[in-house]
């Protein structure tokens, strides 16, 4: 079965320092998968996808994620952390069709990123 | 374009009760998922409809179901409502395209508190 882990419940960082999320998956086949950020009160915003190709994923808000196969992680970071930054961010995988689970989601536990001034 | 679009944002309703939450998404999309995010068990797949088809279930209690129209809006009703049912239910709208899309939006929530 496919699944993701996020081993930290929280990471805290200072503002202007790099930040890293972690994320490791297991799947079988080839992984889509992603990183969402949630704000209080709010649904999951997008950042970036992993489908296929380069192993380092530009998304938005100036985030990355590096895909890994061999150490089966897709780590999001950023070079330069604001106070804004601070939210919960959830990686995910899909359960796609190859495996019969067609369009499904699904996630980790969730990290709450804390960027302090 | 507009986004995808849950309502209402906010419902408290009683035990045993029943709700109805709607969803509607991008125009165009024709998938259609339902997640259950609470603090214990994070997020959650309930269903995904696809053209009015329900195509994949989650583990969940057949007190939740859910429909798709022909517009492809959705809504998913929960009834005999428990305490445990208090969540965020989110929507998420995908093309469903084939190609590399597999770009999944997500609506802002419905909050549900069951008392």
């Known amino acids: 079965a496919q699944s993701v882990a996020q081993p930290e419940d929280q990471v805290n960082v200072a503002e202007g320092n790099p930040l890293t999320v972690k994320c490791t998956y297991s799947v079988s086949g080839n992984p889509y998968l992603f990183w969402y950020v949630q704000y209080p009160n709010r649904g999951l915003q997008f950042l970036l996808k992993y489908i296929t190709g380069d192993n380092l994923v530009k998304g938005s808000y100036g985030f990355e994620a590096e895909f890994n196969k061999s150490q089966t992680s897709f780590h999001l970071k950023k070079p330069s952390a604001l106070v804004s930054d601070s939210a919960l961010y959830f990686c995910?995988?899909?359960?796609?069709?190859?495996?019969?689970?067609?369009?499904?989601?699904?996630f980790g536990a969730g990290t709450r990123l804390a960027v302090h001034p | 374009k507009a986004g995808v679009t849950q309502t209402p944002r906010y419902l408290i309703k009683t035990r045993g009760q029943q709700v109805t939450l709607s969803c509607s998404p991008i125009?165009?999309?024709?998938?259609v998922s339902w997640y259950q995010q609470t603090p214990g068990q994070g997020l959650q797949f309930l269903f995904e409809?696809?053209?009015?088809?329900?195509?994949n279930k989650g583990n969940f209690p057949g007190r939740f179901s859910g429909r798709q129209f022909s517009n492809s809006r959705s809504e998913m009703n929960v009834s005999t409502l428990e305490l445990g049912d208090s969540a965020l239910y989110l929507c998420?709208?995908?093309?469903?395209?084939?190609?590399?899309?597999?770009?999944?939006?997500f609506g802002s929530g419905t909050r549900l508190t069951v008392v």
């Open positions: 125009s165009g999309h024709r998938s």
């Open positions: 998420a709208s995908s093309s469903q395209l084939t190609g590399t899309n597999y770009g999944y939006t």
């Open positions: 995910a995988v899909r359960d796609g069709l190859f495996s019969g689970g067609y369009n499904k989601l699904i």
């Open positions: 409809y696809f053209s009015e088809t329900q195509r």
